[in-house]
C-alpha cells in the first residue's frame, strides 16, 4: 500500500462535522482520494453537539479549514451560519459540502446529484421522464426531490409517515417545476393500476436500516422493469432491497450515492475530478474486510 504523505505546516484541513461523526465512511473516502491524487490535505471527523454548533462553524473559519462536509443533524441548522448558499443548497433547503475561500463559508449539496450520478451508474437509469415513488420528507428526500426534478422526472409521488411534511416539501421544493406532477401518497389508498405505471421507487428514509418493512408499498403490482433504489446502505441488503430482488427487479442500495456525493466534494474543493473509482475501492475495502 502507498505510504501517506508527511503532515506539514502547509497540509490544508478538511473535515466532516455531525453528531455524532464516528460512524462516518468519509475520512476513509477522502483520504485515499487526497492521497491517490497527490494532494497535500488530510480530512478529519469534527464531532459537534447541537447547541455548539455556531461556535464550531465559527472555528472552522478561523482555523482557515478548507472545506467540510455536513452530516445528521446539521444539514439544514447550519444554513443561518454560512456566508452564501449554492443554488443546489436552496433547493434542497440542506447543505452537505462546505468551501471555505478565504474566510467565506458557501454551502453546497451534493446529495441529490450524487443519487442521481448513482442511479445511472449503480441501475442504467435516467430518471429523464420517469414515474417515481420517493419514501420520506426528510432532509435526504429534499435533496433527492431536487435533483429528480432537475433531471427532468415525469411524475413524483412521495409516501412519508408524516403526509404533512410531504405536502410542504412538494410545495416548496417542486414550485418552479410546474412540469412535474406532483401527489402524496396516502398509505394504502393506491390502486393497482398507480402502482404499474411506476418505474422507480426511492428509499429515502431510515427504515431499513433495523430491517424494518416500509409500509404502504405495493412492489408485487410494479412493472417489471421497474427499479429500486434505497439510500440505505448498512445492512447493504435492507428488506425493501431483498422483496424487490426476490419480484425480479433491479435494485441498488445507497453506497453508490454516498461514493458519488463524496466525489463531488472533491471536485468542488479541489477544481478536478476524484481519481476514478478510488473512493469507491476504499470504502469496498473496508466493509468488507472481516
Ligand atoms: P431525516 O431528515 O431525519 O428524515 C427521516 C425520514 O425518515 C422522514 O421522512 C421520517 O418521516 C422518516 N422516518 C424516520 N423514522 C421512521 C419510522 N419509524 N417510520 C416511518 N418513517 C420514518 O433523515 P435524512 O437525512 O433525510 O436521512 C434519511 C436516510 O437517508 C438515512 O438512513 C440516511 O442515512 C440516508 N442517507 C443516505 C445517504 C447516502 O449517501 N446513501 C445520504 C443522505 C442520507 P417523518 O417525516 O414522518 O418523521
Known amino acids: ?14 473535515g466532516i462535522i455531525g453528531c455524532p ?7 476513509l473516502m477522502q483520504n485515499a482520494a487526497f492521497q491517490a491524487a497527490g494532494i497535500d490535505a488530510v480530512y478529519v471527523p469534527f464531532p459537534v453537539d447541537p447547541e455548539q454548533l455556531a461556535q464550531a462553524v465559527g472555528g472552522l473559519r478561523t482555523l482557515r479549514v478548507a472545506g467540510f462536509n455536513v452530516t445528521i443533524p446539521h444539514k439544514s441548522a447550519i444554513m443561518p451560519f454560512l456566508d452564501r448558499l449554492d443554488h443546489s443548497a436552496v433547493a434542497a433547503g440542506a447543505v452537505n459540502v462546505v468551501m471555505n475561500h478565504d474566510g467565506i463559508l458557501t454551502g453546497y449539496n451534493t446529495d441529490g446529484d450524487g443519487l442521481i450520478l448513482s442511479l445511472q451508474r449503480d441501475l442504467g437509469c435516467d430518471p429523464a421522464g420517469c414515474r417515481v415513488v420517493l419514501v420520506g420528507a426528510g432532509g435526504a428526500a429534499r435533496g433527492a426531490l ?29 414550485a418552479g417545476y410546474p412540469q412535474v406532477a ?8 393506491s390502486d393497482q ?3 404499474q405505471q411506476q ?6 428514509t431510515s427504515l431499513g436500516m433495523k430491517d424494518e418493512e416500509i409500509p ?9 422493469d421497474a427499479k429500486v433504489y434505497d439510500m440505505v446502505y448498512a445492512p447493504p441488503e435492507t428488506r425493501l432491497l431483498r422483496a424487490a430482488k426476490a419480484m425480479g427487479l433491479a435494485t441498488a442500495n445507497g453506497l453508490g450515492m454516498l461514493v458519488a456525493q463524496g466525489e463531488l466534494a472533491f471536485e468542488l ?14 470504502l469496498h475495502r473496508y466493509l468488507d474486510s472481516p
Open 193 to 195: 393500476t398507480f402502482w
Open 269 to 282: 474543493w479541489h477544481g478536478s475530478a476524484s481519481p476514478a473509482g478510488v473512493m469507491a475501492k476504499a
Open 216 to 224: 404502504g408499498l405495493e412492489l408485487a403490482c410494479l412493472p417489471g
Open 1 to 14: 500500500m502507498q505510504q501517506a504523505p508527511p503532515l506539514t505546516g502547509a497540509t490544508r484541513v478538511f
Open 146 to 174: 431536487a435533483a429528480l426534478c432537475r433531471a427532468g422526472v415525469a411524475a413524483v409521488s412521495v409516501l412519508n409517515r408524516t403526509a404533512s411534511a410531504a405536502e410542504e416539501m412538494l410545495a416548496t421544493v417542486t
Open 21 to 27: 461523526v464516528r460512524h462516518s465512511l468519509s475520512p
Open 199 to 204: 418505474q422507480l421507487v426511492i428509499n429515502a
Open 182 to 189: 406532483c401527489t402524496v401518497l396516502e398509505s394504502g389508498r
